[in-house]
């Protein structure tokens, strides 16, 4: 598993207090049945899902600064800030995803380019990267999946020069090696992480994934 779904898996827990009304057919169904309706939960509950989102990721952050006095600018990419962010990965998410309401495909389809590129060694993952990599991540899969945003909106509200913008979403995209389709089997993959609880990761891929 890479570092997000890790995180993922570390990291939530779905506090359900709704009553679900299923029916079926045999105790074989049983789990899917509470798997579907904690999936449907999820994708109606639109902040619930922004809560997880900002948890992962802030839970990243915590991880990545525990690195910062090794980490060194990137003068070769279009990610890398030149000092560590202001602001913190908690308001910078909650900016974004307060302002333009971004659907829970979107989210988790930006999780999962992050770690393609994260595991293919094409971008390092560290405290300077961390806030334009979700940005551009959230801004391919908002275009791929037609979410109705403009790439200025996403400069204005990720701060960031719209040409700084482009570029990075280039070198994501080049990253990324055009790929950008999700198979129903990794979506779930990630849609189950986020809606399982009591699920704990093995921390030590965690930290091997954080230093890649």
Excluded at 59 to 79: G, H, I, M, N, Y
Excluded at 167 to 191: C, H, P, R, W
Aim: glycine share 2%.
């Amino acid at each position: 598993l890479t570092y997000i779904r890790m995180q993922l898996c570390y990291d939530i827990k779905v506090e359900d207090k709704h009553t679900f009304t299923v029916s079926f057919d045999s105790i074989d169904s049983f789990d899917s049945k509470v798997t579907e309706c904690r999936a449907c939960y999820m994708r109606n509950n639109v902040f619930a899902t922004e809560k997880v989102f900002v948890n992962v990721l802030t839970t990243v952050e915590e991880r990545l600064a525990l690195q910062e006095r090794s980490c060194k600018p990137d003068p070769t990419s279009w990610f890398s800030s030149i000092k560590r962010p202001d602001v913190s990965m908690k308001d910078y998410i909650g900016d974004i995803l307060g302002n333009l309401k971004l659907s829970l495909h979107v989210q988790i389809h930006a999780m999962i380019y992050i770690d393609r590129v994260v595991e293919n060694g094409s971008v390092k993952l560290n405290i300077l990267t961390l806030h334009r990599l979700v940005l551009v991540a959230l801004v391919i899969a908002s275009i791929y999946l037609k979410q109705d945003v403009s790439r200025t909106t996403f400069a204005h509200i990720g701060r960031v020069r719209l040409s700084e913008l482009m570029n990075a979403e280039a070198q994501l995209f080049t990253s990324l090696k055009g790929e950008l389709f999700v198979e129903d089997e990794e979506f779930e993959i990630y849609m189950d992480a986020l809606t399982r609880r009591g699920e704990t990761s093995n921390l030590q891929s965690i930290e091997r994934m954080c230093t890649a």
